[in-house]
């Protein structure tokens, strides 16, 4: 797919599909009211006999015939036009791709991107067309022994702009091509299923991005390795799965030598089954999606390589099954963290926090800008939150403040969460340093709190997206959430 800026006035430019906005009450943007006079009053037509009312998201395909520019002209409704926010710019942009997708034409220009926007420039706006584009036209048919006609008739598509602000649109679609791919990589391994996404599957990806993009390194550590650095808790939810663990570092070097790095730490758990502790049966595929944290990661690897961004970063990511079996870790049995406290494993189930507690003693070598892990951590954040936000729980407020305005500046929004000492008393454990976990009461909040015991000097942030990652139902599938959040936090650096 090729995108581009397009400069010129709808009358001028000759297209396959010209994508129009319409407005409530027959208001015609500038597009539509160049095209309806080379059309002979088509769209006041059409709009006059209410084929089309301008609500937000209705589309119709029209055919003007000779004398037109272009070949069909997408009629999209925007709304009233004083009133087009992003969150409607949004959608009329998602129908607009939708209904182009239902088309064989080769090329597009979509005129939305000039009309004004709440809370959006050209630049966003470009942006946003461009992530909805990959959003859109995402297909996940790779597992099908048929993958049906996944073949892409549109070849280009266009954005109009004015020309004073053709540089900053460009930033837009560049930026929204990365996060796009990112997102689409993220949805993608998030998707595969346990038996082919396995944690040696994940350094293979891990090693795909080094092999495209000259400043990302990476390295694999395997159990002997592990059992040497004596991450005890992230050896204990390994030992009961026949599949070898890994833990994976990659290094992005896009800053000046010696800058601190912010470094990612993401929850590889590529299928969870709750370990002895086990889960009940209903919905249990979808733990495949507990690795969505690790796929984050390194989808930030290559978005941040692909932005070619000015700074140092490093993605961690330690992953493994959490299986029952006749080696599996006990409800009771004691281990000790790399950092030297022992935990009390009083539940299985708890597995994120004992294999990412080992990964962020690990981070401490690198003396972090920021810490920030990823995790599909907990159910009681779903329970909090819902689907809308992912949690944020951090020790450092400047870090909160940028990683919320970040979400909602990217539309991928979170929440900030508490983490008031008095929660760590339901971590206290009669036997061991800390329990892993903290009874029924704020389950999100004693997961964190966890955490928050091996972040020692760095400004740390966790995000759990536990109810943001992936969609339930008949939309099933990855979300590639929260890509657009991190990527926007480290645009912002
Ligand atoms: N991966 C799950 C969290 C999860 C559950 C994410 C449902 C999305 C949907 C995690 O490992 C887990 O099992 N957490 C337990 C913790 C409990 C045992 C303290 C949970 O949330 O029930
Ligand atoms: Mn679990
Ligand atoms: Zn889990």
Same mark, same amino acid.
């Given at each position: 797919m090729k995108f581009d800026i397009k400069l010129g006035g709808a009358a001028e430019q000759t297209t396959a599909c010209a994508i129009v906005p319409v407005f409530a009450n027959g208001v015609l943007g500038d597009?539509?009211? $160049? +095209?309806?006079?080379?059309?002979?009053?088509?769209? =006041?037509?059409?709009?006059?006999s209410r084929d089309i009312k301008g609500d937000v998201g209705e589309t119709l395909?029209?055919?003007?015939?000779?004398?037109?520019?272009?070949? #069909?002209? +997408?009629?999209?409704g925007c709304g009233p036009r004083d009133r087009l926010d992003r969150r409607a710019y949004r959608? $009329?942009?998602r129908a607009a791709f939708a209904a182009l997708l239902r088309t064989r034409h080769a090329d597009a220009i979509s005129y939305l991107t000039l009309e004004t926007v709440a809370e959006a420039d050209a630049h966003r706006k470009a942006r946003i067309a461009i992530e909805t584009w990959h959003d859109v036209s995402y297909r996940f048919t790779q597992m099908?022994?048929?993958? *049906?006609?996944?073949?892409?008739?549109?070849?280009?598509?266009g954005l109009a702009a004015d020309a004073r602000q053709a540089r900053a649109a460009r930033r837009g679609v560049t930026e929204g091509e990365a996060i796009?791919?990112?997102?689409?990589?993220v949805r993608d391994l998030g998707n595969l299923p346990p038996n082919v996404c396995t944690p040696s599957y994940l350094v293979?990806?891990? #090693?795909?991005? $080094?092999?495209?993009?000259?400043?990302?390194?990476?390295? $694999? +550590?395997?159990?002997?390795? !592990?059992?040497?650095?004596? @991450?005890?808790?992230?050896?204990?939810? =390994?030992? *009961?799965?026949?599949?070898?663990?890994?833990?994976? !570092?990659?290094?992005? #070097?896009?800053?000046?030598?010696g800058a601190r790095p912010y470094v990612f730490v993401g929850k590889g758990i590529t299928f969870d089954t709750g370990g002895i502790s086990i889960k009940p049966g209903a919905g249990m595929d979808e733990m495949k999606y507990d690795m969505c944290g690790a796929a984050s990661v390194l989808g930030v690897v290559q978005g941040a390589a692909e932005l070619k961004l000015p700074l140092n970063i490093v993605g961690i990511v330690p992953t493994c099954e959490n @299986?029952?079996?006749?080696?599996? =870790?006990?409800?009771?049995?004691?281990?000790? =963290? @790399?950092?030297?406290?022992?935990?009390?494993?009083?539940?299985?189930?708890?597995?994120?926090?004992?294999?990412?507690c080992d990964a962020m003693t690990y981070a401490q070598r690198y003396k972090p800008a920021a810490l920030i892990d990823i995790a599909t951590l907990t159910g009681a954040?779903?329970?909090?939150?819902?689907?809308?936000?992912s949690g944020v729980f951090s020790n450092t407020d400047a870090l909160a403040d940028a990683l919320l305005a970040a979400g909602q500046a990217a539309d991928d929004r979170a929440w900030r969460m508490p983490l008031d000492d008095e929660y760590g008393e339901q971590l206290k454990s009669n036997f061991a340093d800390l329990a892993n976990i903290g009874g029924r009461e704020a389950g999100a909040i004693t997961a964190a709190h966890f955490l928050s015991r091996f972040a020692g000097d760095a400004p740390w942030a966790h995000l759990d997206i536990a109810g943001t990652a992936w969609n339930q139902g008949s939309a099933k599938g990855g979300t590639g959430r929260p890509i657009p959040l991190l990527l926007e936090y480290l645009l912002s650096r």
């Open positions: 597009a539509a009211r $160049a +095209l309806d006079a080379a059309t002979d009053g088509l769209i =006041t037509d059409v709009l006059e395909l029209l055919a003007p015939g000779a004398g037109s520019p272009c070949r #069909r002209i +997408l009629l999209v959608r $009329a942009t099908k022994s048929e993958p *049906g006609d996944g073949s892409r008739a549109l070849k280009s598509l796009g791919r990112a997102s689409a990589l293979e990806r891990a #090693r795909g991005i $080094a092999r495209r993009e000259r400043k990302v390194s990476v390295k $694999a +550590l395997g159990l002997p390795e !592990i059992r040497k650095l004596r @991450m005890g808790a992230f050896l204990a939810v =390994t030992q *009961g799965s026949a599949e070898p663990p890994r833990f994976i !570092i990659l290094e992005y #070097r896009g800053g000046k030598p @299986m029952p079996s006749g080696t599996a =870790t006990r409800p009771g049995d004691i281990v000790r =963290t @790399m950092l030297g406290k022992t935990v009390e494993i009083l539940n299985t189930d708890a597995e994120g926090r004992l294999i990412l954040c779903v329970v909090a939150l819902g689907r809308v936000r």
